[in-house]
Structures are given as C-alpha cells and as structure tokens.
C-alpha cells in the first residue's frame, strides 16, 4: 500500500502557499492550509483550488499554540511547510512584537504542535528562512556557510526560527530543514514588495491610470528568482535523504534600478535616469515627463543592499535548475500579468486606485 501523503501548509493564502499548493495537489498530496479570519474574505490566490477534493482549509493562526496543535492533530500531516509570517520588512520596523510572536515564536509553537501530537517521527518540517538572515551581508555570493548578519526586527526574527529549526533537528532527531530562500516573486507578489510595486505602478502609467511611481533605494541589489520555481525546491529539500538546510537563489544579482528599467520597457515607456540619490527622477524619453521619483518614505533604518546567493549545493544535491525562469522572462511575466490586470479591472479597480494612490503618495509602504 502507497502512503498517503498530507500536506499542512501554514500560510497557504500567500504568494507561496497558493503555488505550493497547486503543486502538491499535482503530485497527489492532501493539501490542508490555514486561513485567518478577517473583516474581508478575499483569498484571491487560492480562490480557484477552493472546492478541489483535496484541497482544505482551516483557521489557525501562529500567535496560536492551541489552533496549531489542535490542527496538526487533526490533519495528522506528513509534511509540514511553514510558510506564514509577517514577511514584510519595512513593516517589520513598525510592528517589531508582532513580527517576533509570528516569524519566531510561531516556529516554535509549530514544532511543540508536532512534538505534542507525537509526530516528530513522521512528520517532516520545512522552515521558510530566508536570505535576510545575511543581512549586512559578510561575504558574497552567499551560501550555506556564510555567517549570519540580521538587520532588521523581520531577519532577526527569522533567525530565531533559523536556530530553533536546528536544534529539534539535533535535539529531538526531527526532520526539520530550512530553505535559504532568496527573493522569488510572481505575478501573485503582494503589491507592496518593490518588484510588483514597479511592475503594477509601469502598467498604470503605461495605461495612463497614474503619473509618477516613488520608489526609495535604487541602488539595492536583489537575487530574484521566479516563485513558481522555487516552490518545488522547497519539496526536494524534504524529500532528499537526509535533513539538511539549503540556500535557494538564481545566482544572479540586479539593482531595483535594473529591474524598473526593464519593467517599463516591457510596458512600452524607455526610461533614462538623471540626478542622483534622493534626486534621481526615471524620465519617459517619449515625453520628458517624470515617471519614476525618490521619496525618503521607503527608505529603511537599516537596509540590505547586496544579496547574491549561491544555489550550488542545490543544484548539485538536489537536481535543482536555478536558471529555469531568467530575470528576464520573470519581468516579462509580471509586466504582462499586471498590463492585462490593469486594463482589465474595472470593478476592483477602484480599491486598486486606492492603493495606487497610497503608494504614491508613500501612505503605505
Ligand atoms: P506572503 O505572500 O506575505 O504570505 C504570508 C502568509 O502568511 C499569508 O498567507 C498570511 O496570511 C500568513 N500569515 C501572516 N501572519 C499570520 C499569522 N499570524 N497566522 C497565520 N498566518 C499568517 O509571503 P510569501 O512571499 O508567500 O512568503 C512565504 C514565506 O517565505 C514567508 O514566511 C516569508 O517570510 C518567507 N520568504 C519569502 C521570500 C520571498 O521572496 N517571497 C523569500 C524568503 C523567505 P494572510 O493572507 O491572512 O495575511
Ligand atoms: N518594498 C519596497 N518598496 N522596497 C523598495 C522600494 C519601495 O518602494 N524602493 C526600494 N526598495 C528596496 C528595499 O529597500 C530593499 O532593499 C529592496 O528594494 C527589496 O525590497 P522588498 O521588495 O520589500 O523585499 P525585501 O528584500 O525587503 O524582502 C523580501 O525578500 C526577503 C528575502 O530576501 C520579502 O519577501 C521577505 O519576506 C523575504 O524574506
């Protein structure tokens, strides 16, 4: 007889949950996923899996001992992807609690929910770590070697997360690792994370929807993979022979800078550059008009500038291509995505301006 596979994937609404999900429902897994209340049920990403057979959907939440172990008790999985949090850094600075009782301690309450339910034998455990654990960074490119350097409450926090991981491994032999990952984005990014905030903000002034996009470090370099291929890598981690910790990147490094460029290209505006630090404008060569700015609003008190992983062991262990999607195709996609939803939103357009316009305006971050 074949062993069941079970899936609990905490943080399924996200951008990676919802690719998770579709991918494990493809192998044959039943998927379960935790939800949270709120005033709006609006799960745009997941939207189309609900009411697939294998596909299910619990409230817990990771500021919740009691919800996780009562689920994991219940669902009684055989994997375990630990993908919920505050992922959002600049937020991170302004609810540094928060971000600490969910990217830490609810590590911690996950791994007590499958010690608890006596599953630490048969239920494997993925951690999403991160590349900001390498923060300020000390080496580059980095690897799973390179020392740890946090700087900021959402890095430091994940640390923990880091750390604790490592010791049920060692401590109760549990299969736990964590995925190294560096920036993955798609056309399911949330709007406020810089490569869909260009992408969106490049299809509304390509579409005349808005003037002028305020970005703030320009010079910031990313790794940037696409997450449709990084979700799979967070399977092979746990279905590699033995428990391990992995670095999950492309390989390659850009500026915010580059990725605009680009972006607005692919949206019909050539862009050229002028001034510098927080007087750089990005000007429509068309038409002289400014449509990128510098606001001091997205500036961070410590910021990551130069991220560059280096996926060899992946590769190598895992079979894994980390040139599947290149930077080109992904900014491609994510143009292409949002130049139709632009044009194509008329209803939830209206909350859509309203965003915009925050942006814009440096509102929300
Ligand atoms: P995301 O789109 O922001 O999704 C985060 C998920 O966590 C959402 O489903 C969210 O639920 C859920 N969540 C937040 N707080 C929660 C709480 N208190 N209890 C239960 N669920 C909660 O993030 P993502 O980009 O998919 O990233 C997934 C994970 O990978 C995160 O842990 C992130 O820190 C980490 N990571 C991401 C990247 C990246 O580049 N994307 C790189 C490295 C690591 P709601 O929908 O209800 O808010
Ligand atoms: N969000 C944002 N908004 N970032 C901006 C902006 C802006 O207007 N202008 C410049 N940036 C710079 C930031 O200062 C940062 O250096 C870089 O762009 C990337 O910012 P984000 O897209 O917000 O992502 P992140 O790298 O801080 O965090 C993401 O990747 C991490 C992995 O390295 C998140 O997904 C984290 O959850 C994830 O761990």
Known sequence: MVDKKIALITGVTGQDGSYLSEFLLEKGYEVHGTIRRS?????????????????HLHYADMGDSMSLVKLVGKVQPTEIYNLAAQSHVQVSFDAPEFTADVDAV???RVLEAVRTNHLEKTCKIYQA?????????EEVPQNENTPFHPYSPYAIAKLYGYWMIKEYR?????????????NHESERRGETFVTRKITLAAARI????????????LDSLRDWGYAKDYVECMWLILQYDRPEDFVIATGVQHTVREF????????GIELKWEGEGVDERGINVANGK?????????YRPTDVVNLWG??????????????????????KIMVASDMQKVAADHVAGVMRTNLAEYLEKGVVK
Not at 206 to 215: N, R
Not at 290 to 298: I, K, L, N, Q, Y
Not at 313 to 329: I, M
Request: glycine share 8%; with cysteine; charged share 20%.
């Open 310 to 331: 280096d996926p060899s062991k992946a590769k190598r262990e895992l079979g894994w291509n980390p040139q599947k999607t290149t930077f080109e195709e992904l900014v």
């Open 290 to 298: 400014v449509v990128v700015a510098v606001s001091e609003d997205f």
């Open 106 to 108: 609810g590590v911690l």
């Open 129 to 137: 770590s991160t590349s900001e654990l390498y923060g300020k960074v």
């Open 170 to 182: 060692e401590a109760y032999g549990m299969f736990c690792c964590s995925g190294i990952l560096f």
């Open 260 to 267: 605009a460029t680009l972006a607005f290209q692919y949206a």
């Open 206 to 217: 390509a579409q005349g929807k808005q003037d002028c996009l305020y970005l703030g470090n």
């Open 39 to 55: 005033s709006v049920d609006y799960r745009e990403r997941i939207a189309h899996l609900e009411g697939t057979p294998n596909f």
